[in-house]
């Protein structure tokens, strides 16, 4: 059972350049998450989604975009990337009611 | 906005003593998990408390969550070096079964036990 899958695992970007960060779930959760993890500063949500054609805004949204076009994938875009989104990006997903998070095992992102 | 708290936010010990991590808020949580990352890897779940007063037990990790459902503590008895990571408390709102249900995470406590 692959869990939640992100691809790729490193990527060095330059400045104003764009990329996708792709995020593919096996378990049919409605819930998918996308979190920033910065050192000494714990998981900041960007962006969520409560099922397929569905998104809404988390707490640092700004500098992102997503999509939900199917229940399994939940890709985040970078359009126009900047150093202060360097950071290790997670995935998540989780079931109905009061259930966990499944994270991914992350993404590591450096701008330059 | 809720906030959650957590201290030490790192801890080095010896293999053999104990600890407790504390996790803190002024708002209430209609659950609390708790989870640990190694590094290179995501968080992984490791108990949800819910009611207000509960205590789990896993193994040598002990968990609380507060009577009012605004604190938890995570105690580990006789530390090993494979406890090594970040323990991660997070807080669910009272939507999180909803269409708005989020998780507020705390900084996380860096562990470190040294054989």
């Known amino acids: 059972n692959a869990g939640v899958t992100q691809t790729p695992k490193f990527r060095i970007l330059k400045i104003g350049q764009s990329m996708t960060l792709q995020c593919t779930q096996d378990?049919?959760?409605?819930?998918m998450y996308w979190y920033r993890q910065d050192p000494g500063m714990g998981l900041k949500l960007i962006y969520y989604?409560?099922?397929?054609?569905?998104?809404d805004k988390g707490e640092v949204p700004n500098g992102y975009n997503v999509s939900r076009s199917t229940t399994e994938d939940f890709p985040l875009r970078l359009e126009l990337a900047a150093p202060s989104q360097t950071s290790v990006y997670f995935c998540?997903?989780?079931?109905?009611?009061?259930?966990?998070?499944?994270f991914g095992n992350g993404t590591r992102l450096t701008v330059t | 906005t809720q906030l959650l708290e957590q201290s030490p936010q790192f801890l080095s010990i010896q293999e053999g003593e104990n600890l407790t991590v504390y996790c803190n808020s002024s708002?209430?949580?209609?659950?609390l998990q708790w989870y640990r990352q190694e590094p290179g890897e995501g968080p992984v779940l490791l108990v949800t408390?819910?009611?207000?007063?509960e205590v789990k037990k896993l193994k040598r990790l002990t968990f609380q969550f507060g009577d009012a459902r605004k604190d938890s503590s995570l105690h580990i008895t006789a530390a090993q070096p494979g406890d090594t990571g970040l323990y991660l408390c997070?807080?669910?709102?009272?939507?999180?079964?909803?269409?708005?249900?989020?998780?507020?995470f705390g900084k996380g406590t860096k562990l470190s036990v040294k054989p």
């Open positions: 408390v819910v009611t207000g007063g």
């Open positions: 708002s209430v949580f209609s659950s």
């Open positions: 998540a997903s989780r079931g109905q009611g009061n259930s966990p998070l499944h």
């Open positions: 997070a807080g669910a709102n009272v939507n999180y079964g909803g269409s708005q249900g989020n998780l507020i």
């Open positions: 989604s409560v099922g397929a054609g569905i998104t």
């Open positions: 378990m049919n959760h409605n819930y």
